[in-house]
């Protein structure tokens, strides 16, 4: 009943199996290890660690994974366990050996957005079978607390939009950019080499990440069932030093962002979820977030604007974020009671991208002669489109014999994206335009 | 065991007792008429009003508190509930009811940050032996979620550091006084024309509504009962308009800070507590948080620096708070189980602010001769304080037979609060110094 036992006292005691020894899995090892006393009282029982699932046994894994509890077993481990940890990433065998171990019991913690965003539905009906509980803190955003202030604290309220930089690599990436003038291969390349990206940074430039991140969010705020597949995803590889200097030129960044909000039109109510980088007002709280940072800020109907702010990943504030949650399911193991499932009632359908409204940013190099711009603003006047800002220079690019050309950036005011599509297939077809060099939305206004 | 029962299923139905119809209670019974349907998706039963205790039964409250509803005989109504909502402030007779009703078997949530400062043992202890809950979110920084992200999102990690801006009132003040120039005494008039001060400012001016919320945190974020009386606590009534331009000279700005954090020195591990007006730099995140605005930056080992802005008080924020919390404890009826309990295993005591070390800036107006500097530099050195900056200039009130003045602005470097006293003692008894204009302590470096 307490949460203070008298010293000494005989506490309980939970089996934990651990999925995983890289460097989240590690930290989370160390972290039970060395807080094993204070986990205990917070908890009323006691966390001890049955073993730990390895692909290789042979390497060392220092101090706080003992060799004595390396298993290549990962099957007969979760069996064993009241509470299972997976740390080790992609789809399989993580899905298999989470539907196993809900199957036999036990709860779940799990830092696997990939697996969230694509297998969740299964894993929250396992849970909601077996009568055990599933949390994914870490998941989404790493270290700062999300995922519960989104399904408790914000429980009694709607929210509207959640606008979050969610991906530590591409925001690094983009924030050398900005600093340095760097384009985006050096700015990786760099990123690279000082261990914020991967070897293979697919996942995290072209948004993938972000958009599980996006899906997981959706589904909570909004209490409806969003796949990464209804995620509409873009990611920054496309982004130019010519683009964020023209982003700074107006006053605004260029930031990696995953939003997901209600959209309410003829249609009725239903859910956007988008990842793209886009250009948010300096003044915006978002665009100072510099390095590999995460933030999320959240509009709720009562609440108002909420900010959070840490680190998205690395492996102890991935750790910290999985054993928090480790917290919570074995106070339930041991006191009774459930956590939080899922929650669908809503069933909101998502919006895609085509009927949405946004501002745009567009960039085109263009015949430098008289008149191009008025064919250009009767274009996107053609198509219901409102012109913001022009802004145009000469050409870096004039050859001797080619035609005289000049680059324009335009900003529009808030345009159907099905509007701007086919504003740009009238640019590709026209002479006018040599070519259209950066299509970007704007967001945060 | 779903939370999303089909449409047409008979849900139970949870008898709501709510004490107080001011802003809060209005916005509360506004969100719980009109999200209704979405609550009840997301507690798995329907919240009953079953009444609303006030003071004058006569008075028009909107359309949300109907008149049927009200009741004079607050005792009588919380017997009749399963969950009691207390939003009517002050400690009695708030204590004296959620004492019986939590004797009857309800679980309880509150906002009232006084009365969980002060009585929150007996109120702890109370859902500890009846079994029920005691849930507070909205009694720290209103809207933001706080509360649950300290005792259960960073349960698994160690916190070392809350750094917190929650008082919109002094916030906005000290806010209004850094872009205007404008002295203590118009900010506080302009705010309260403005509805950001209350017509008796004292609990906000004089930091005690800060303290009392320095004291919830500290509580949860270091396991151990930290009273009211604990906290160290000076207001911003004394912030001069030249206190805040001497802050601005050396890149900084002046926030009513909350302090809690771990103390590790020959005394053994202890808590601060303490809440007073410090200079931060103009770099750190909370020196950018303007208005009524509230935001915590939380230091742990394992997650490393986070941030939660938001705002911080009025009806709506403080009712998401408060409705969030209904649907916690509102699940827990119906599914049963136990949400978290206070936690005090920790018991460390509370460090007296003479035995921390802060950095300094001192203010002091002194006579202009040759020999002054040395003789203020050898009382701090002889304190073991060592000096970081000064600026001097002129006095403006220099009197024509007077001695010459001049203004000295000094920061130290961290430095014993005691020795800063005795330095200070030093001063006043000295002829060189003829006054001490300020000293305010420099935070956040």
Redesign the interface.
Known sequence: ?????PVGTDLPVLRVAVLGAGTVGT?VLR?IAE?GE??A??IGARLEVIGVAVRDLTRDRGEFVPAGLLTEDAGALVDDADLVIEVMGGIEPARTLLLRAMEGGASVVTANKALLAQEGAELYEAA?RH?VDLYF?AAVAG???LV??VR???????IQRVLGIVNGTTNYILDAMTRSGADFGDALASAQELGYAEADPTADVQGHDAAAKASILASLAF?SRVRLADVYCEGITEVSAQDIAAAARMGRTIKLLSIVERVEDESGERISARVYPALIADSH?LASVSEAYNAVFIE????????????GA?G??T??????????AA??RV????G???????ALEVAPLEELRSAFYVSLTVEDRPGVLAEIAGTLSGRGISISTIHQELGRDRSADGPATAHIGISTHRALESAMTAALDEFSSTVTVLSIDSVLRIEGD
Chains 1, 2 share one sequence.
């Not at 009943?1 to 036992?5: D, H, K, Q």
């Not at 750790?319 to 919570?328: M, T």
């Not at 006191?335 to 459930?338: K, P």
């Not at 939080?340 to 809503?346: C, G, N, Q, V």
Request: charged share 25%.
């Open positions: 009943m307490t949460e203070n036992p930290e972290l807080q204070d986990l009282h917070r909601d009568d803190e270290a700062i607390p519960r202030p408790e604290s914000l429980a009694g309220d709607r209490h709280p709720a109907d009562a609440a108002g604007s909420l900010m959070f702010y840490g680190q690395g102890a504030p750790a910290s974020a999985v054993l928090g949650d480790v917290v919570s106070r339930l006191r009774g009671g459930m939080p499932r899922e929650s669908r009632y809503a």
